[in-house]
């Protein structure tokens, strides 16, 4: 019985806490950890955040980053309850009011408030920041983490990858992909999709001529595609899974 009970108030409490807020991200329903991945450095390349208070009582927000891949991070715009912070670190929160931004039932935040970087890391390897809309008290104590999401900048495949796959007879046709990789091939290949921890999530049978390829099982994220002949010849392309 009394685990049956502690079951019961863990389930309402995080009914609770999942509905505590609505969190928009350029216009769509923000779901727990998902990434927004952008291969440009544009001010285009932003997540604007709208939020608002679905509970019965005035609760006070912040914006945290959780981590950051750079630590030296400028360029960005950390921007919450009308105040923006353009260099942060892992553990940075806005706004700097103790108490946040405070919201009543059925408010939201005012227009604005986004994420965007211009920090274009190495060049080569995505910079990544994790993010989340937290819950304070008036004193700016933590009390929930309410929604988690990543900003991921990935810089898209450069000429060399190109010209190596075009010199094996493969030829990419889109680096960022919805859905579909399209390509084509002179010749019978071996296709592997590889994550970032250097796992193979997906092996697919290259034939000649024009193929899609299904990538729409594969969460969002940064992947590399990688393609080896009968001959045993082998070249690779970074592309972005959105």
């Known amino acids: 019985m009394k685990k049956i009970i502690l079951l019961a108030l863990f389930a309402v409490s995080f009914a609770t806490k999942a509905q505590t807020i609505s969190l928009l991200g350029n216009g769509e329903e923000i779901t727990e950890g998902q990434v927004f991945t952008f291969?440009?450095?544009?001010?285009?390349?932003?997540?604007?955040?709208?939020v608002t208070n679905l509970s019965d009582e005035t609760i006070n927000l912040k914006l945290k980053a959780n981590?950051?891949?750079?630590?030296?991070?400028y360029n960005i715009q950390f921007c919450f309850g009308?105040?923006?912070?353009?260099?942060i670190s892992t553990g940075s929160t806005v706004p700097s009011d103790a108490d946040g931004l405070t919201l009543a039932p059925g408010e939201s935040n005012p227009d604005g408030d986004h994420f965007l970087s211009n920090n274009p890391g190495n060049g080569t390897e995505p910079v990544t920041y994790s993010l989340s809309v937290i819950q304070v008290d008036?004193?700016?104590?933590?009390?929930?983490?309410?929604?988690?999401?990543?900003?991921?900048?990935?810089?898209?495949?450069?000429?060399?990858?190109?010209?190596?796959?075009?010199n094996m007879g493969i030829t990419v046709k889109n680096t960022v992909v919805k859905n579909q990789l399209e390509l084509n091939s002179t010749l019978n290949a071996t296709l592997q999709i590889i994550n970032l921890n250097g796992q193979a999530v997906k092996n697919v049978a290259v034939k000649t001529g024009s193929q899609s390829v299904?990538?729409?099982s594969l969460s969002s994220a940064v992947y590399f595609a990688r393609f080896t002949t009968d001959k045993n010849k082998t070249a690779q392309i970074k592309i972005v899974k959105n």
């Open 39 to 50: 291969t440009a450095l544009t001010d285009r390349d932003r997540v604007n955040l709208s």
């Open 67 to 73: 981590s950051v891949s750079y630590p030296t991070d």
């Open 82 to 87: 009308e105040e923006c912070f353009f260099n």
């Open 138 to 166: 008036e004193n700016g104590t933590e009390l929930a983490i309410l929604r988690t999401f990543s900003y991921v900048y990935s810089p898209t495949a450069n000429i060399n990858d190109f010209s190596a796959l075009q």
């Open 214 to 216: 299904d990538l729409s």
